[in-house]
């Protein structure tokens, strides 16, 4: 019955990711995609703060970390939705813009994870 949860996670991480997603878009210079980059730094930080809590203490169950991580982490940040406004940005021939928003991506992402990994050693 897990997949309740993870299913349940996922309902609200999807409208999550629209929302704040639409809602940064509309401020983001010049088509750069602000709003997803910005979802997945969002999700890879909670990704990393959850994570390390819940494998490093009791303080989530099982079925929260799979409603949290899997169906929530997992619905909100949207990679593919990156690789394909990448290979865009690529076809516009924005060459500049896509590495910066490739590049930036993932080492925001990076940084995301190890700084919910620290935020999370705080409380353990």
Do not use: H
Not at 5 to 25: E, K, N
Not at 40 to 67: D, W, Y
Not at 111 to 118: P, T
Request: proline fraction near 2%.
């Amino acid at each position: 019955m897990i997949w309740i949860y993870v299913a349940a996670g996922g309902v609200a991480g999807t409208l999550a990711r629209f929302w704040l997603g639409g809602a940064i878009q509309r401020f983001a210079p010049g088509g750069f995609p602000l709003g997803t980059f910005t979802v997945n730094v969002i999700g890879s930080l909670a990704l990393g703060f959850l994570m390390k809590l819940a494998l490093g203490s009791q303080a989530v169950s099982p079925e929260g970390r799979a409603a949290l991580g899997i169906g929530f982490c997992g619905a909100f940040t949207t990679f593919s939705t990156l690789a394909y406004e990448t290979v865009t940005l690529m076809e516009d021939g924005r060459w500049l813009t896509t590495l910066v928003y490739a590049g930036g991506s993932f080492a925001a992402g990076l940084l995301a994870i190890w700084i919910g990994f620290a935020l999370a050693r705080t409380i353990l």
